[in-house]
Every structure is written in structure tokens, then in C-alpha cells.
């Protein structure tokens, strides 16, 4: 996590010779191809910029991008806002915090926007202060974004929407003053931009709504004042969604094709394509980011670059004919470079974006223009990013990267002072994490793992089904053990002896968890299973009972009913999977009903015997027939190494699920934390 190392070689430049080719957006041009798209972190105070949100964008530059857009930022405060700490420019006072945000980006070399955005009728009573506005009197259905149910809005008034549209250009004017290279028009996801564009959302029958043509009238207005406001030759750009997944989606593949032509017509300089989907069919059908596929925009950013307008004012496809002449940015877990590199060499897009692998891996430019790329940390699609900010209103959280969301999210690494020997006991993330932040800092650094690889419980986490995203993991930190010269000894048990013997300086302790004692009567009866031996071997019987519906359980239930096995789950709250992302949460839940899985909730179970569960919901006694019982009941601590040795050695930590049960995020934090700290004190 330090900040970006020299250049020593440039070997991807002639790997990925279009990826780091210069280009242009309006007459503005950005050194590579690679952009860091909008992607909110919710680190503002109240929407004021903070140190935490200057080095979040400080980093990413120097990390290598050409071009940074700077996050989701309200137009029009309270009204507009998602979070009450969802960034500002809807006054002149917020110019000055701004301005630090493009001074640090332009120092290391690359160009910044900022998003202009409005919440519009996803906005919550409870942030805005009152009740949220929208094109219509429509209320925001189960929304893919956020998974949550939406508040009715107010239907705005056209002096209203001609207010809004004037607060859009006022915000443009002042991140031009602020030293913004340009701005981006937010149209995507549930905000204001794609209500309008929406049939779903905008039902209106005046000069906003009625027709494809009326309904890009408010993004039309917005892209010709704010190039008032600026200048012609300042960039505006729109990030757009061409098109609305499910049958609740309100934009077709030719609305959205029209809306690019229109957006050019209004002097757009640029279109970033996206696609937004409904989750009431997205449900039953899409698959979590920890499984979906690569590139998922190019097929659509070869539609668009197709678009052309007719004399008639109908959009046509004609292949091979004029196209639209501004630039168009696509990606969707594209990260990779040869993925990146071909879609630029087909002519498929003009420019990449590289969001969540550059929350994940600040040096992702950088790291892939010196053919490193195999170093580079990889996002996993726990969406844990977006989860954090839109669900719990926290601040951005990242399974792959530990700093960001910390107080000040500064990622400069303070070098040891004195050169400490120190042994990791535990090849999870983390103590992975502990172990390649200490060598970082320059320590001697042993890890020592019982199993036959490392990698802990991700090796688990990837055997239910579309969990293929997580995989990399594993590989990236066998290869930051061996670039930062750690020591992995592996079929290794650590007792307080061989500690001993190695003399250590500093001991961390990650030996992760154990599964925990469920206390229910016949735990011991010879149809139950552990989690962990199901997952491995899939070995179960014709009926399959579940004892617990965590992530766990809920997962391994959709993996068993997918090979036609009668599955129920009994969990005692009364949701399934409440740790889970919601996106993610939400898709699983659509796959268990669609697959048939019987669910119990606020059920206890308290017998099982051999061919039934016996259990409780709402004071009645209930019984199901099994075959296999299979208990997801949690995990504890395996921390029993730690308690006999945390006073044997003069500095020693307790990491990851051994200190605390919890997700691959919190123990990749808890193994950096324990890095940085060693050798600076006695704890």
C-alpha cells in the first residue's frame, strides 16, 4: 500500500500498446486509456472534502490512471442527497475543498472530473428532511442498487426541473473553478438522470415525459447549460444507462440508443455505457459479482458506437457506417489487461474503466504497465463497497483493500526502524495480510501454515456456486508472499515449542476458527455433517436439512438444490443470509425460491434424530424427514495457540477470526493493522 514505486520497466506499454495509447475526450487529453469511474466512498464530512476523500483520489493517481472521475456529488443539498455524508457542490464554499482534491490527482499526472448527481426519488426522508421528488409520483421499486424498498415521491413542478437543471450547470461552473479537467452527468443506477430517462420512473405527459425524444429533454437541458455555464470547449460527459434489465426496466436497447445520439447532439464530449437492471427478475436470474462475468458493457458499447440518427429521427443500426463520433467508455470487471486491450484494439470502446479493481488495487495502472499485473490485489465482487455506504451509511469498505474507510485512509507505510523477526501462524487473509504488510515494512517475516496451502477459509468460500471472482485471491497472495520475500512453511503445526525454537522477536496469531458446539440434542447422530466436509466432498443423502441460515448455509443450500436434492433451512432469525451484501442477498434469495429450497425462519431446532428434525416456530411443534443433517450454526474462535503463548513472547497480536469471527473485509483490516504495528510499541 505504499505510494507507487518507480518505474523500473514498461514492458505492458508494448504488451498493451492501445491500453496506454493517449486520448482524447473534447480536446482534452489523458495520457492512457484507463479510467477510475465515479464510485461513491461516503469518507466526506457532511459533505465536505477531507483529508480521508484527498488521499482516497491521491492515491488512485499515482497509482497510474489517465483519468479519475471523482465520486457521486450532490447538485442540490438537502434534496439530492443519498447519505448525509455524500460529497457537495452545491455552494460556492465547497470550491476551496475541491481544489484539493484536483491539486493532489494533477500532481502525479493524471486528469479528474467530478460527477454531478441528484438522488432524486431515491433519496430517504429521514436524510433529505422531507419527502423525496422524482419525475413522477412513482415510487422506486426493489431496487437492484440498493435493495431496499423506495419512499413515494412528489411529482416536480417545470419550474422545479428547470431549478434543477440551473443547479447542474452552477455545479459545473464551480468544479471548473475548483481545477476540474471536466464533469460527468450521473444517469444511471436509481438517481434523478435515469428517473427521466425511465418509462418505469417518469410516467409525465408534458415536455419531460410521453415520448423517448420528451423524456431526454432533462438531459439534454442539463448538458447545454452546463457547456453555457463552462464554455464549449469544457468536457461534459454522461454516464448512461442504455438500457433497463427486467420487466419493470423503463429504458429499451433503442431508448438508450437514441439517448446517446441525444447526448451527443447536446454536446456531450463523451458516454460512459452502462446497463441497469430491476431486482425482480434480477433475482432469479443474474448472478452475484463474486461469479459474474468480464466486460459486461462492450457488447453494449459496440451497439452504441454503431448508433446513428436517421433523417427520420429514428435510431437504425448500420453496421459499418457513420457511428457516433464521441469516445465511449465501457467495462464491467475489467481489470484484466488483455480483456481491456482487446476490447480497445476492436474499436469496441475508446477508453476502459477499471472501477472496483482499482478500489481494490490502487497501483492497478501501474502494476499492469510494468508487466506486474499478477501482483496486483484483486476485487472479489463481495460489493461489501457499495453495501457499506447505501445499507449502513458507514463509510466505503473493501475486502481487498484494508485502508480504505480508515480515519484519515492514508496508505504511506512507515518503514521499521529496528528490523524485527517475526512469524505469522496462519496462511488465512489474515494472516497473509500481517505477513506481507510486516515485510513490506522491512521485517523478516516466517508464515507457518498446518494445511497444504494457504489461503484459510477462502479455500471454502470458493466451492459454492459463482464464486469464481474469489479464486484470484488465493493466487495473489501466494505471489505478494514471494515478491516481498516471506517464508511460507506449509504442512506445518505451530505449538508454543517450535515458537520457541525459532526464536521469534514478534508472534501474530491468525488460526482462524473452528466449528462451533451447537448444543442441540442428537448433534452427534450419524446423518449430521459439518459444513466444511459437505463443501469438500459433497456427499449428502436425497433430503437434506440445513441447521442455520447464515451465508453458509444459504449457499450451501443452493449448491445441493441445484443437484435436485430436497433442501430446508431452519434458521433461527428471522432473515437469511443477513451478512451477505444486499445485492448479493437479494439474488441468492430469488435462486433458493426459484429452486424450490423450503425456508424456516424464527425456528428452533431442538431434536434431531435419525430420519427427521425436529423444531419449534412461533410456540408449534414442527418436524421435517431428513437424511442428511447438515449443521451451519457458526463458528468460534480457534485461538487456544494464542492464549498459551500471548505471554510467552514480547510482542504478540491475535488476528482474523481467531480475535473475531467475521468476513474475508474485517480480517484482511485486522492482518494490515497487526503489520503496521509491529515493532512501533509494546502491546
Same mark, same amino acid.
Given at each position: 500500500?505504499?505510494?507507487?514505486?518507480?518505474?523500473?520497466?514498461?514492458?505492458?506499454?508494448?504488451?498493451?500498446?492501445?491500453?496506454?495509447?493517449?486520448?482524447?475526450?473534447?480536446?482534452?487529453?489523458?495520457?492512457?486509456?484507463?479510467?477510475?469511474?465515479?464510485?461513491?466512498?461516503?469518507?466526506?464530512?457532511?459533505?465536505? $472534502?477531507?483529508?480521508?476523500?484527498?488521499?482516497?483520489?491521491?492515491?488512485?493517481?499515482?497509482?497510474?490512471?489517465?483519468?479519475?472521475?471523482?465520486?457521486?456529488?450532490? $447538485?442540490?443539498?438537502?434534496?439530492?442527497?443519498?447519505?448525509?455524508?455524500?460529497?457537495?457542490?452545491?455552494?460556492?464554499?465547497?470550491?476551496?475543498?475541491?481544489?484539493?482534491?484536483?491539486?493532489?490527482?494533477?500532481?502525479?499526472?493524471?486528469?479528474?472530473?467530478?460527477?454531478?448527481?441528484?438522488?432524486?426519488?431515491?433519496?430517504?426522508?429521514?436524510?433529505?428532511?422531507?419527502?423525496?421528488?422524482?419525475?413522477?409520483?412513482?415510487?422506486?421499486?426493489?431496487?437492484?442498487?440498493?435493495?431496499?424498498?423506495?419512499?413515494?415521491?412528489?411529482?416536480?413542478?417545470?419550474?422545479?426541473?428547470?431549478?434543477?437543471?440551473?443547479?447542474?450547470?452552477?455545479?459545473?461552473?464551480?468544479?471548473?473553478?475548483?481545477?476540474?479537467?471536466?464533469?460527468?452527468?450521473?444517469?444511471?443506477?436509481?438517481?434523478?438522470?435515469?428517473?427521466?430517462?425511465?418509462?418505469?420512473?417518469?410516467?409525465?405527459?408534458?415536455?419531460?415525459?410521453?415520448?423517448?425524444?420528451?423524456?431526454?429533454?432533462?438531459?439534454?437541458?442539463?448538458?447545454? *447549460?452546463?457547456?453555457?455555464?463552462?464554455?464549449?470547449?469544457?468536457?461534459?460527459?454522461?454516464?448512461?444507462?442504455?438500457?433497463?434489465?427486467?420487466?419493470?426496466?423503463?429504458?429499451?436497447?433503442?431508448?438508450?440508443?437514441?439517448?446517446?445520439?441525444?447526448?451527443?447532439?447536446?454536446?456531450?464530449?463523451?458516454?460512459?455505457?452502462?446497463?441497469?437492471?430491476?431486482?425482480?427478475?434480477?433475482?432469479?436470474?443474474?448472478?452475484?459479482?463474486?461469479?459474474?462475468?468480464?466486460?459486461?458493457?462492450?457488447?453494449?458499447?459496440?451497439?452504441?458506437?454503431?448508433?446513428?440518427?436517421? /433523417?427520420?429521427?429514428?435510431?437504425?443500426?448500420?453496421?459499418?457506417?457513420?457511428?457516433?463520433?464521441?469516445?465511449?467508455?465501457?467495462?464491467?470487471?475489467?481489470?484484466?489487461?488483455?480483456?481491456?486491450?482487446?476490447?480497445?484494439?476492436?474499436?469496441?470502446?475508446?477508453?476502459?474503466?477499471?472501477?472496483?479493481?482499482?478500489?481494490?488495487?490502487?497501483?492497478?495502472?501501474?502494476?499492469?504497465?510494468?508487466?506486474?499485473?499478477?501482483?496486483?490485489?484483486?476485487?472479489?465482487?463481495?460489493?461489501?463497497?457499495?453495501?457499506?455506504?447505501?445499507?449502513?451509511?458507514?463509510?466505503?469498505?473493501?475486502?481487498?483493500?484494508?485502508?480504505?474507510?480508515?480515519?484519515?485512509?492514508?496508505?504511506?507505510?512507515?518503514?521499521?526502524?529496528?528490523?524485527?523477526?517475526?512469524?505469522?501462524?496462519?496462511?488465512?487473509?489474515?494472516?497473509?495480510?500481517?505477513?506481507?504488510?510486516?515485510?513490506?515494512?522491512?521485517?523478516?517475516?516466517?508464515?507457518?501454515?498446518?494445511?497444504?496451502?494457504?489461503?484459510?477459509?477462502?479455500?471454502?468460500?470458493?466451492?459454492?456456486?459463482?464464486?469464481?471472482?474469489?479464486?484470484?485471491?488465493?493466487?495473489?497472495?501466494?505471489?505478494?508472499?514471494?515478491?516481498?520475500?516471506?517464508?511460507?512453511?506449509?504442512?506445518?503445526?505451530?505449538?508454543?515449542?517450535?515458537?520457541?525454537?525459532?526464536?521469534?522477536?514478534?508472534?501474530?496469531?491468525?488460526?482462524?476458527?473452528?466449528?462451533?458446539?451447537?448444543?442441540?440434542?442428537?448433534?452427534?447422530?450419524?446423518?449430521?455433517?459439518?459444513?466444511?466436509?459437505?463443501?469438500?466432498? *459433497?456427499?449428502? /443423502?436425497?433430503?437434506?436439512?440445513?441447521?442455520?441460515?447464515?451465508?453458509?448455509?444459504?449457499?450451501?443450500?443452493?449448491?445441493?438444490?441445484?443437484?435436485?436434492?430436497?433442501?430446508?433451512?431452519?434458521?433461527?432469525?428471522?432473515?437469511?443470509?443477513?451478512?451477505?451484501?444486499?445485492?448479493?442477498?437479494?439474488?441468492?434469495?430469488?435462486?433458493?425460491?426459484?429452486? /424450490?429450497?423450503?425456508?424456516?425462519?424464527?425456528?428452533?431446532?431442538?431434536?434431531?434424530?435419525?430420519?427427521?428434525?425436529?423444531?419449534?416456530?412461533?410456540?408449534?411443534?414442527?418436524?421435517?424427514?431428513?437424511?442428511?443433517?447438515?449443521?451451519?450454526?457458526?463458528?468460534?474462535?480457534?485461538?487456544?495457540?494464542?492464549?498459551?503463548?500471548?505471554?510467552?513472547?514480547?510482542?504478540?497480536?491475535?488476528?482474523?477470526?481467531?480475535?473475531?469471527?467475521?468476513?474475508?473485509?474485517?480480517?484482511?483490516?485486522?492482518?494490515?493493522?497487526?503489520?503496521?504495528?509491529?515493532?512501533?510499541?509494546?502491546?
Amino acid at each position: 500500500m505504499n505510494s507507487t514505486k518507480t518505474v523500473l520497466s514498461e514492458n505492458g506499454a508494448k504488451k498493451y500498446v492501445n491500453l496506454f495509447k493517449p486520448g482524447k475526450i473534447g480536446k482534452l487529453e489523458v495520457k492512457n486509456r484507463i479510467v477510475m469511474p465515479a464510485m461513491g466512498t461516503n469518507m466526506s464530512d457532511s459533505g465536505v $472534502v477531507n483529508t480521508a476523500v484527498i488521499n482516497h483520489y491521491a492515491r488512485r493517481a499515482a497509482g497510474g490512471a489517465g483519468l479519475i472521475i471523482v465520486e457521486v456529488t450532490c $447538485v442540490d443539498s438537502p434534496l439530492g442527497l443519498n447519505t448525509p455524508d455524500m460529497l457537495r457542490i452545491d455552494e460556492d464554499a465547497h470550491i476551496k475543498g475541491h481544489r484539493k482534491i484536483t491539486d493532489a490527482v494533477h500532481n502525479h499526472d493524471a486528469k479528474v472530473f467530478l460527477q454531478l448527481s441528484h438522488t432524486g426519488r431515491g433519496a430517504k426522508a429521514d436524510v433529505i428532511g422531507g419527502q423525496p421528488v422524482g419525475p413522477s409520483e412513482v415510487t422506486m421499486p426493489f431496487s437492484f442498487m440498493m435493495g431496499l424498498e423506495g419512499e413515494k415521491p412528489r411529482a416536480l413542478t417545470l419550474s422545479e426541473i428547470e431549478t434543477i437543471e440551473d443547479k447542474y450547470a452552477d455545479a459545473a461552473r464551480r468544479a471548473k473553478e475548483a481545477g476540474y479537467d471536466g464533469v460527468e452527468i450521473h444517469s444511471t443506477g436509481y438517481y434523478l438522470g435515469q428517473q427521466f430517462l425511465s418509462k418505469q420512473a417518469n410516467t409525465r405527459t408534458d415536455e419531460y415525459g410521453g415520448t423517448k425524444q420528451k423524456r431526454a429533454r432533462f438531459l439534454e437541458n442539463v448538458i447545454r *447549460k452546463s457547456k453555457d455555464a463552462c464554455g464549449t470547449d469544457y468536457p461534459v460527459i454522461i454516464k448512461l444507462s442504455v438500457m433497463e434489465l427486467g420487466k419493470m426496466g423503463g429504458i429499451s436497447l433503442l431508448d438508450g440508443m437514441y439517448y446517446s445520439y441525444a447526448s451527443e447532439r447536446a454536446g456531450a464530449d463523451a458516454i460512459e455505457v452502462l446497463a441497469g437492471a430491476w431486482n425482480e427478475t434480477a433475482g432469479k436470474k443474474d448472478k452475484p459479482e463474486t461469479g459474474q462475468a468480464k466486460g459486461l458493457t462492450f457488447p453494449l458499447c459496440s451497439l452504441m458506437k454503431m448508433t446513428r440518427v436517421a /433523417g427520420n429521427g429514428l435510431v437504425n443500426f448500420l453496421f459499418g457506417k457513420k457511428a457516433l463520433s464521441i469516445p465511449i467508455i465501457g467495462g464491467g470487471r475489467t481489470f484484466e489487461p488483455e480483456l481491456a486491450e482487446k476490447a480497445l484494439a476492436s474499436k469496441r470502446c475508446d477508453f476502459v474503466y477499471m472501477g472496483r479493481g482499482m478500489l481494490a488495487e490502487p497501483d492497478l495502472p501501474s502494476l499492469i504497465l510494468n508487466d506486474e499485473f499478477e501482483l496486483a490485489r484483486p476485487c472479489i465482487g463481495c460489493n461489501q463497497c457499495v453495501n457499506e455506504q447505501l445499507q449502513f451509511r458507514r463509510r466505503i469498505g473493501c475486502a481487498g483493500c484494508p485502508v480504505m474507510g480508515l480515519e484519515d485512509n492514508d496508505y504511506t507505510l512507515q518503514h521499521a526502524v529496528d528490523t524485527k523477526k517475526v512469524i505469522v501462524v496462519g496462511g488465512g487473509p489474515a494472516g497473509c495480510e500481517a505477513a506481507i504488510t510486516a515485510a513490506k515494512r522491512g521485517h523478516i517475516v516466517t508464515l507457518v501454515e498446518r494445511e497444504n496451502t494457504i489461503g484459510g477459509q477462502i479455500n471454502l468460500a470458493v466451492l459454492p456456486l459463482y464464486k469464481q471472482n474469489i479464486v484470484p485471491l488465493i493466487d495473489f497472495y501466494r505471489n505478494r508472499l514471494i515478491h516481498h520475500g516471506v517464508t511460507v512453511r506449509l504442512n506445518e503445526e505451530a505449538t508454543k515449542e517450535t515458537l520457541e525454537n525459532m526464536h521469534p522477536d514478534v508472534v501474530i496469531f491468525a488460526t482462524g476458527s473452528k466449528p462451533g458446539s451447537s448444543g442441540i440434542k442428537g448433534a452427534d447422530n450419524s446423518v449430521v455433517k459439518c459444513y466444511k466436509d459437505v463443501l469438500k466432498n *459433497k456427499n449428502t /443423502g436425497k433430503r437434506v436439512v440445513i441447521v442455520g441460515g447464515g451465508t453458509v448455509g444459504s449457499e450451501l443450500a443452493l449448491m445441493l438444490a441445484q443437484q435436485k436434492k430436497i433442501v430446508t433451512i431452519i434458521e433461527m432469525s428471522d432473515d437469511i443470509a443477513a451478512k451477505m451484501a444486499k445485492t448479493a442477498q437479494s439474488i441468492l434469495k430469488g435462486h433458493l425460491q426459484q429452486t /424450490g429450497v423450503t425456508i424456516h425462519l424464527l425456528s428452533n431446532v431442538t431434536e434431531i434424530k435419525n430420519d427427521e428434525v425436529l423444531f419449534e416456530n412461533n410456540g408449534k411443534q414442527m418436524s421435517v424427514n431428513a437424511d442428511t443433517v447438515i449443521l451451519c450454526t457458526g463458528d468460534e474462535k480457534e485461538n487456544s495457540l494464542y492464549n498459551e503463548c500471548k505471554d510467552s513472547f514480547g510482542e504478540t497480536y491475535n488476528v482474523g477470526d481467531s480475535n473475531s469471527i467475521a468476513d474475508i473485509r474485517l480480517a484482511v483490516r485486522d492482518g494490515y493493522l497487526a503489520g503496521i504495528k509491529v515493532g512501533c510499541a509494546t502491546w
